[in-house]
């Protein structure tokens, strides 16, 4: 509360009672003007007068941190083993062995030729001949978790190439979006951080760096000039929590975390070091020369300069020897699973999947940890990833399949606006807890009609028509040789028994 004034105390030296309600009135007013009766988050005092809650936009943090941010999280994944297991686990989740798309034009003629031409391009896509498509996927998701955006730009190609479809992908760190790029357009459109945008907000182009900035032998002109590329041939994968138009490293919140438990690790470490190097001190009675200066020597007499493991110190006239005790410290592994834990919530996964420590879970509190992080996998997945990432890519292969001449001219009626496919996107499966109850679930589900065997299948990462029609193929196969297998359940019921004479003819 603010001190009494000068109006204050004269009023309450002319009219006391009239001073205390001043007082009182003053009180009050200073009581709401603090936050004290609205909410404690905007409390002003004592306790938060050093909480700094700027203002500002999110594309303006971005501005002043977004490169220290991501060149920090890059330096912890490369030396800190919890940050690149957090990184892994987010990446192996959301992406795994690829986000697999199929087409979904209800012909089955053109699928089948579509999903031939998908198959035999996407081990043909990467510019740099290094990756397949779903390599691709896991690098730009990778990049996307770690330095919180990636670019990949669509790199045409000629006839003459020898690709299946003449268009390749080229995966593009953030670092090469000139983000010294800013300002308004004479057309009256603007560039952000390198990303510019016409009159009515639609991004226009990205400005890019022919090389990356960092490169340890790079010219020096086309370091740092950039040109614009439209951005219809540029994906930029980044998550979006404000309206801001670049992204943050997924790792941000906890990163002053990781690096205080990196130096604490190392404390810890030289402190048990010093403490292993004296095992004990030689003492005993006085000498004749104990007036001289004392010293500290080893068995030979040398004077001791430095600390090594295993070191005797001999104290001059030593007679008798006391061990070292190292300190005992308690509690160290509860405040490391503290802190992990609190890493593994800026992560948002479970502290189990960031450490590999199951020692405190049990079958249904695992599962019930991992229906919140399946959750938000499957948000990432659906909300980011493939509207972002994987649907832009299908847009521009069917586009170059189209014009190169690919596909049948018939496939125009069953195109989408955008000149796309209609398409099926499948993410990878997660790997059940218990698979033979998972399992059990799914069949109630399929047997109550609240599931299709589609569905079913499609959740296992699989393509229910492939998977169906080697299905069909097998039961031929088994029915031309005779064999009957306890799985064929036109033959066997659930319980091994054999079905009842059927009318069908093929099962005669």
């Avoid at 006839?159 to 003449?166: E, H, I, Q, S």
Wanted: aromatic share 6%.
């Amino acid at each position: 509360m603010s001190g009494a004034s000068l109006i204050d105390r004269i009023v309450a030296w002319v009219a006391p009672e009239a001073g205390v309600r001043r007082a009182r009135a003053r009180r009050s007013f200073d009581a709401i003007a603090s936050g004290r009766r609205g909410y404690d988050g905007a409390a002003r005092g004592r306790l938060t007068s050093g909480w700094r809650a700027p203002g500002t936009s999110a594309d303006a943090e971005i501005a002043a941190s977004g490169a220290l941010l991501r060149d920090r999280m890059r330096d912890l994944v490369r030396n800190n083993p919890h940050a690149a297991k957090g990184v892994s686990v987010l990446v192996n989740n959301i992406v795994g062995a690829g986000i697999i798309p199929r087409a979904a034009t209800g012909s089955a003629r053109l699928d089948d030729k579509v999903n031939a031409l998908w198959e035999a391009w996407s081990a043909q896509c990467d510019a740099d001949g290094r990756m397949d498509i779903y390599g691709l996927e896991t690098l730009a998701v990778r990049e996307m978790v770690e330095a919180g955006e990636v670019l990949v730009r669509r790199r045409p190609r000629l006839a003459g190439d020898g690709l299946t479809v003449p268009v390749q992908l080229q995966v593009i760190e953030a670092d090469l979006l000139d983000s010294t790029r800013n300002g308004d357009l004479t057309d009256g459109g603007r560039v952000l951080q390198g990303v510019e945008f016409d009159p009515i907000g639609r991004r226009r182009a990205y400005w890019l760096y022919a090389q990356h900035p960092g490169e340890a032998v790079a010219s020096l002109r086309r370091r740092f000039d950039s040109v614009a590329v439209p951005a219809r041939d540029v994906v930029h994968l980044y998550e979006r929590q404000r309206t801001q138009v670049r992204g943050v490293p997924w790792g941000a919140p906890v990163m002053r975390v990781l690096r205080d438990l990196d130096d604490w690790t190392v404390s810890e470490l030289k402190r048990k070091q010093i403490e292993s190097c004296v095992v004990g001190v030689v003492l005993g009675a006085d000498e004749p020369d104990q007036g001289i200066a004392p010293s500290v020597v080893d068995a030979d007499g040398k004077r001791i300069e430095q600390f090594e493991p295993g070191l005797i110190v001999y104290a001059r006239g030593g007679k008798d020897i006391k061990f070292n005790q190292p300190a005992a410290t308690a509690g160290t592994g509860e405040w490391l699973r503290a802190q992990l834990h609190i890493v593994a919530a800026g992560f948002r996964m479970p502290y189990e999947l960031l450490t590999g420590d199951l020692s405190q879970v049990n079958y249904s509190s695992i599962r019930a940890g991992l229906v919140e992080f399946r959750r938000l996998v499957d948000a990432i997945q659906w909300q980011i990833v493939i509207p972002l990432l994987c649907q832009p890519i299908w847009a521009w292969f069917c586009e170059a399949a189209w014009v190169a001449g690919q596909l049948p001219r018939t496939a125009d009626k069953y195109m989408l606006p955008g000149g796309s496919i209609p398409v099926e996107w499948s993410p990878p499966k997660f790997d059940a807890v218990d698979p033979l109850k998972d399992a059990m679930a799914d069949l109630l589900a399929l047997r109550s009609g609240t599931m299709s065997l589609a569905q079913a299948i499609a959740r296992q990462g699989h393509n229910p028509d492939a998977v169906l029609a080697e299905i069909a193929a097998m039961n031929a196969k088994l029915d031309e040789l005779g064999l009957v297998l306890d799985s064929d359940p036109r033959r066997v019921t659930k319980t091994g028994v054999m079905q009842a004479a059927s009318s069908d003819p093929s099962l005669a």
